[in-house]
């Protein structure tokens, strides 16, 4: 059965291509939509982009037909904009001067006026939802195709408790080849629930059954074969740039950020588990030790957290100053520097003088080429699943790229915990050779900062 499906306008804002994600059912865009859109179409920022796309999309199918009858859309379905209003005394209480309830009460129209064809709502705001449902519309949370809950995204590791042997047997050979369906059996129950598959790149903390045995793996699959092979973790990548791994999913994440073969590493955690000094520490690392990346290129989105201070004076780097401290202070902990040395201009500064470490704000990444480089994207739940694109898609030959965040804090009005970026890349990308996942779960900031993630 078709079904009327009218859009808010932050839904076309997310994204663009929205519309064509409704099989064949009718599309509805609220004039005062439009008008919303409009009014972003000059931003330089992801909503301006998207709102300058909608209008290309509506200008395209406005030259195939009249968009107030209905367009046939590519794939089935048709596009329509309403601007007629419920006139009834149930929503003489809405204020028209707020566009909200402008749109909701096209919404209430199309509903009034085909009362056989399910009317839905579909809003990305919560409160606009609820609104919804009070007057009488069945409303939906907009989601993307893809996107999974936070809780079932994939942590990029397991643990096995496997035969006595398998231990001996890895260390000895270097290597432990068995059957990917065998393997599933020997999955502990505390890592079962999290999903039935086992991917390539996948960590693997192997525990022997009924003995004190343990040891550190990475799975790599062959999909024709049906063959996992379990490699253990180097020994020589305890130790970087003067820090150690203080648990397993420490330890993974250094395994995978300084392995080569591995061109995008996601590093999931709350706040004081290590992802951005860990990152840092591994970059640092391939820049003047190994002299594999020829710089480190650290971004972060410039998103506040609470009320924003407004313009900042001075010049670029002046500016970025505040939103890149985060990373100063994990280069100068690194680095040993104390209060006195930073005084005499000595820590992150240096680094940046000398061309190993070069700051660059997202907002300038798109057009650009990233050859050779050794990247980190810091807070990257902050970003929208077409800025991650975007950043991915400018990495060039040799540059390996790192994403970290926290899905639970986002700041980002536009994107929540299961439509932002990082999570996104994470769910399309798990399996993928190039690509590796490790979710830390220990903070090791510091006693305090752990009680106070879990408690507060």
């Known amino acids: 059965m078709k079904k009327n499906f009218v859009f808010d306008t932050n839904v076309l804002l997310h994204d663009p291509r929205a519309i064509f994600g409704f099989e064949d059912n009718t599309v509805i865009i609220p004039i005062y939509v439009i008008e919303e859109i409009d009014t972003f179409k000059r931003d330089m920022s992801e909503l301006g982009r998207n709102a300058r796309e909608v209008s290309r999309i509506l200008d395209d199918y406005?030259?195939?037909?009249?968009?107030?009858?209905?367009?046939?859309?590519?794939?089935?379905?048709?596009?329509?904009?309403?601007?007629?209003?419920?006139?009834?005394?149930?929503?003489?209480?809405?204020?028209?001067?707020?566009?909200?309830?402008?749109?909701?009460?096209?919404?209430?129209?199309v509903q009034r006026r085909q009362p056989d064809v399910p009317c839905i709502f579909v809003s990305k705001d919560v409160n606009l939802r609820v609104r919804a449902n009070i007057l009488g519309l069945a409303a939906e949370k907009y989601e993307e195709q893809?996107?999974?809950?936070?809780?079932?995204?994939?942590?990029?590791?397991?643990?096995?408790?496997?035969p006595n042997g398998w231990i001996d047997e890895l260390h000895e050979k270097g290597q432990l080849?068995?059957?990917?369906?065998?393997?599933?059996?020997?999955?502990?129950?505390?890592?079962?629930?999290?999903g039935a598959h086992f991917y390539t790149n996948e960590y693997l903390w192997l525990r022997a059954a009924g003995g004190p045995q343990n040891t550190l793996g990475r799975l790599t699959l062959d999909a024709e074969t049906g063959e996992a092979t379990i490699r253990p973790l180097s020994k020589s990548?305890?130790?970087?740039?003067?820090?150690?791994?203080r648990n397993r999913e420490q330890a993974f994440a250094l395994d995978a950020l300084l392995d080569d073969d591995i061109k995008v590493v996601t590093l999931i955690g709350k706040a004081g588990t290590g992802k951005t000094l860990l990152a840092i520490a591994a970059g640092l690392q391939k820049v003047t030790e190994e002299r594999s990346h020829?710089?480190?290129?650290?971004?972060?989105?410039?998103?506040?957290?609470?009320r924003d201070l407004g313009y900042l004076p001075g010049t670029i780097e002046e500016k970025l100053d505040p939103w890149m401290r985060p990373i100063f202070d994990n280069v100068e902990y690194l680095m040993g520097i104390s209060h006195t040395d930073r005084r005499s201009g000595r820590g992150a500064d240096e680094l940046r003088s000398m061309g190993i470490i070069e700051i660059e704000p997202l907002t300038y990444i798109r057009g650009r080429s990233l050859p050779n480089l050794y990247m980190i994207v810091d807070e990257a739940q902050n970003l929208t699943p077409h800025e991650v694109k975007t950043i991915l898609t400018r990495v060039g030959e040799g540059t390996k790229i790192v994403l970290t965040g926290d899905p639970y804090q986002i700041d980002n009005p536009y994107v929540d915990s299961e439509s932002n970026g990082l999570s996104y890349l994470v769910n399309r990308f798990k399996g993928q050779s190039l690509?590796?996942?490790v979710t830390?779960?220990?903070?090791?900031?510091?006693?305090?900062?752990?009680?106070a993630a879990n408690l507060l």
């Open 435 to 437: 690509a590796s996942t």
């Open 440 to 451: 830390l779960f220990k903070g090791e900031r510091s006693d305090l900062a752990e009680m």
């Open 237 to 245: 990548r305890d130790h970087v740039w003067g820090i150690r791994p």
């Open 62 to 109: 406005r030259n195939r037909g009249d968009l107030v009858e209905g367009v046939a859309l590519e794939g089935g379905g048709s596009l329509k904009v309403s601007f007629d209003l419920l006139q009834d005394e149930s929503v003489k209480f809405l204020d028209t001067n707020k566009t909200d309830n402008l749109i909701l009460s096209v919404a209430l129209e």
């Open 177 to 194: 080849s068995v059957n990917v369906e065998e393997l599933a059996q020997y999955r502990a129950e505390s890592t079962r629930r999290r």
């Open 146 to 162: 893809d996107v999974v809950s936070v809780q079932e995204l994939y942590s990029g590791a397991s643990e096995l408790e496997v």
């Open 294 to 306: 020829h710089k480190l290129l650290v971004s972060r989105p410039v998103i506040p957290m609470g």
